[in-house]
């Protein structure tokens, strides 16, 4: 079962679960009155590698609120991201998703 195939048929909460279930505990909640993004972020971010070291051929992918100070903790470690090969997903409100694009530089 993919997470697409997940999200199509259950609510936030079936899907919560049913990643917790199949992610092995590799889902980060972010509390909504959480003050410290980058304590998230880190945490999601340490976690995916975990994920990226048991399972180093499936896709992993981290999924953050879709916010100024998130985006910015991602552009600050898109080598790393690329490196690993794990998808940054910025989530909005609607429920809507965005996939991180990283900035790609001019070769010299």
């Known amino acids: 079962m993919t997470v697409t195939d997940i999200a199509a048929w259950g609510t936030a909460d079936h899907v919560?679960?049913?990643l917790e279930h199949h992610l092995e505990g590799a889902l980060v909640e972010v509390p909504e009155d959480d003050g410290?993004?980058?304590w998230a972020f880190g945490e999601a971010l340490?976690?995916?590698l975990m994920l990226r070291q048991n399972h180093p051929f499936d896709t992993v992918a981290i999924g953050l609120p879709d916010s100024t100070r998130y985006?910015?903790?991602?552009?600050g470690s898109e080598v790393t991201l690329r490196a690993t090969n794990i998808d940054?997903?910025?989530i909005r409100e609607d429920g809507s998703a965005e996939l991180h694009q990283p900035v790609m530089l001019p070769e010299a």
């Open 16 to 18: 919560r679960a049913a």
């Open 88 to 90: 940054a997903w910025f």
């Open 36 to 38: 410290s993004p980058r």
């Open 71 to 75: 985006r910015e903790l991602v552009a």
């Open 46 to 48: 340490r976690r995916s």
